[in-house]
């Protein structure tokens, strides 16, 4: 996830990677680059298996439904996002050309973790869980390699939050249905909770990562530091877990997780083109959003309580008393979510 601190404020793409899990960001495998396409399909299987996404795709693809992903930008000239994705504003008050090799890095990453569509007929290349899905691309943070990410670091606190609630009211104004960002900051605004409740109230789905500070370095035994926009109510946070359902040791364990998805050596396809192997739980949000665009373009009009209640209640391995002393999540998960193919168990007929 991209994230930025509180003071003395750093942003840095905290992607728990191949090369660490100290937020460098992830590089290819040693095979990604140069694999046909369609051996990337082949990688990410245990992916689409975990979430059970293809019956899912019987009944939707996720037609009629844009997400906005709130990151680093979009290239949305890539093979497997072609068609898919809107270009919206960039908030990042910086000046770096969408032609950068270094814009949109992270952002273009879990778009195709939403909406990838493949190519060559969709037998080649990345495959996300709403396929028919359009993107909403909204650039509010940079990449940390960005030649002008100096320049953002020391924008003051206000100014970067009031970027953030800028990039919610503006998919909110634009239609987006689902809200994905795979971005933290360590202190919340009052300004940006005032845009999530709007986006809230007009049956906007808001799905945020839990944050990558896991491990022997996060403090007391089932406490991390606070993420927003993960912390805030209404938010569907989602941390990671692994190709055998077990949590990842660098995904948070704090009281706003809600659900867990794929987040470790996921495939994904980057700015350049290539095929890239991403751990965090940046990935985890953005396969989540996808299912959250699944189910709203079955049910348009169910509201964002009720798509989180799909999300939770349809999951594996709940605690059975709803919480456990570790996760200290009301609605823990060891395995990802997904409403099993032939309805989702929610409430009233929609």
Request: charged share 15%.
């Amino acid at each position: 996830m991209l994230t930025r601190r509180w003071r003395p404020g750093i942003a840095l793409l905290a992607v728990a990677g191949l090369v660490s899990l100290a937020g460098l960001p992830a590089g290819p495998a040693l095979d990604a680059a140069a694999a046909p396409a369609d051996g990337i399909q082949a990688q990410q299987q245990w992916v689409l298996n975990m979430l059970d996404a293809e019956a899912a795709w019987s009944v939707t693809r996720g037609a009629g439904v844009t997400v906005a992903v709130i990151d680093s930008g979009v290239n949305p000239n890539v093979s497997d996002l072609s068609g898919s994705v809107i270009t919206g504003p960039d908030y990042t008050r910086v000046t770096t050309s969408p032609s950068s090799k270094n814009w949109g890095v992270h952002g273009t990453w879990m778009a195709s973790l939403i909406a990838g569509h493949g190519h060559d007929g969709g037998l080649s290349g990345v495959v996300g869980t709403a396929p028919a899905a359009r993107i909403l691309s909204i650039r509010v943070i940079p990449d940390r390699a960005d030649p002008h990410y100096h320049k953002y670091e020391r924008e003051e606190e206000t100014v970067i939050q009031q970027s953030l609630a800028e990039g919610i009211k503006y998919a909110v104004t634009h239609g987006a249905k689902v809200i994905s960002m795979s971005i933290g900051y360590s202190a919340p605004s009052v300004t940006v909770r005032r845009e999530l409740q709007d986006a809230y109230n007009h049956g906007v789905v808001v799905i945020a990562s839990a944050g990558n500070s896991g491990g022997p370095s996060s403090g007391r035994v089932g406490k991390a530091p606070e993420s927003f926009p993960a912390d805030y109510p209404g938010v569907i946070s989602v941390s990671a877990v692994n190709v055998s359902g077990d949590v990842a040791p660098f995904s948070s364990k704090n009281l706003s997780v809600k659900v867990a998805a794929p987040g470790v050596s996921v495939p994904t396809q980057g700015r350049d083109g290539q095929y890239w192997l991403v751990s965090g739980t940046s990935p985890a949000c953005a396969l989540v959003a996808g299912v959250a665009a699944l189910i709203k373009s079955k049910y348009p009009r169910l509201a964002p309580d009720l798509v989180a209640s799909a999300l939770t209640s349809t999951t594996t391995d709940r605690p059975a008393d709803g919480t456990t002393a570790r996760w200290g999540s009301a609605s823990w998960t060891r395995r990802p979510p997904w409403p099993r193919p032939g309805g989702w168990r929610v409430p009233g007929p929609w």
